[in-house]
């Protein structure tokens, strides 16, 4: 399948789609080793930090983000669906050095006939939902965006 041609809706797929955002909701460590129910073998993964390919290399990232983050967890806002693909608004919600952040973000995910995931593309601002709010660098990283914005119309 290519990236342009979407698989066809099923059934099965809109319900795997549920699970796997029901999944993400309630994702943790003892849950993650059920991701390769919902990515395929060849499956890809794409955010600001990683790129990935692999439910293992998948799993990866989140052991990761587990090993390295207090409490996090996802929260679906909201999700549109069709034909092989599907947007998710999320939160993501975190402890880090003894604060708690909030990360908004969106998901493009490809899914094949079976509502397996092909290709998962993380969309978020690193720049605003973190960097701006870390100690020492969110300083500068706000001077930065301000010195870039287009001024206001007059």
Not at 43 to 52: I, S
Request: aromatic share 12%.
């Amino acid at each position: 399948m290519s990236p342009t041609t979407p698989a066809p809706a099923t059934d099965a797929a809109a319900a795997r789609l549920a699970a796997l955002l029901q999944w993400y909701g309630t994702l943790s460590p003892s849950t993650l080793p059920r991701l390769a129910e919902y990515y395929r073998s060849d499956a890809r993964f794409k955010d600001p930090f990683n790129e990935v390919q692999g439910p293992a290399a998948i799993a990866g990232i989140f052991e990761h983000m587990f090993a390295t983050t207090q409490t996090p967890c996802f929260m679906i806002r909201d999700a549109l669906s069709g034909p092989g693909r599907a947007y998710i608004l999320w939160d993501f919600d975190f402890g880090w050095r003894g604060r708690r952040y909030r990360i908004r973000g969106t998901s493009r995910l490809e899914l094949d006939g079976a509502g397996l995931v092909v290709e998962h593309r993380d969309y978020w601002d690193a720049a605003e939902e973190l960097w701006q709010k870390l100690p020492l660098i969110g300083g500068p990283v706000g001077w930065l965006r301000r010195r870039f914005r287009a001024a206001a119309p007059r």
